[in-house]
């Protein structure tokens, strides 16, 4: 059984910094194409980024290109995301996900098997 937790959710204020980390936890040494999303209040599941297992290759959403960096420690089984400057619109729940399918990226949340329990990030003004 693979379970993925998020840690790093809080309450910042607009133009802060604030990094999320993901720890992924199963009986192999698998590894897992791994990716953050995000939910608003009222919206769409959005796409935030993914990063290949190796961690050589990551791949951004419109909403962390610049701002947003993923990066992976795979002897530690954990992923994070880097956000710094953030802004109202980034107020969501985050979920960390992942994926055993073969390929180096995947931006749809239904390509992901498994997924975190979400941790609030909220940005105010």
């Known amino acids: 059984q693979v379970q993925l937790v998020e840690v790093g959710g809080g309450l910042v204020q607009r133009g802060a910094s604030l990094t999320l980390s993901c720890v992924i936890s199963?009986?192999?040494?698998?590894?897992?194409?791994m990716g953050w999303f995000r939910q608003a209040p009222g919206k769409e599941y959005e796409f935030v980024g993914c990063i290949s297992r190796s961690g050589t290759y990551r791949y951004y959403g419109d909403p962390g290109k610049g701002r947003f960096t993923i990066d992976r420690d795979n002897a530690a089984r954990t992923m994070s995301l880097q956000m710094n400057g953030l802004t109202l619109e980034d107020t969501a729940v985050y979920y960390c996900?992942?994926?055993?399918?073969?390929?180096?990226?995947?931006?749809?949340?239904?390509?992901?098997?498994?997924w975190g329990q979400g941790t609030q990030v909220t940005v105010s003004s």
């Open positions: 996900a992942a994926t055993g399918q073969s390929g180096t990226y995947y931006t749809e949340r239904d390509e992901y098997e498994y």
């Open positions: 199963d009986r192999t040494d698998r590894n897992y194409v």
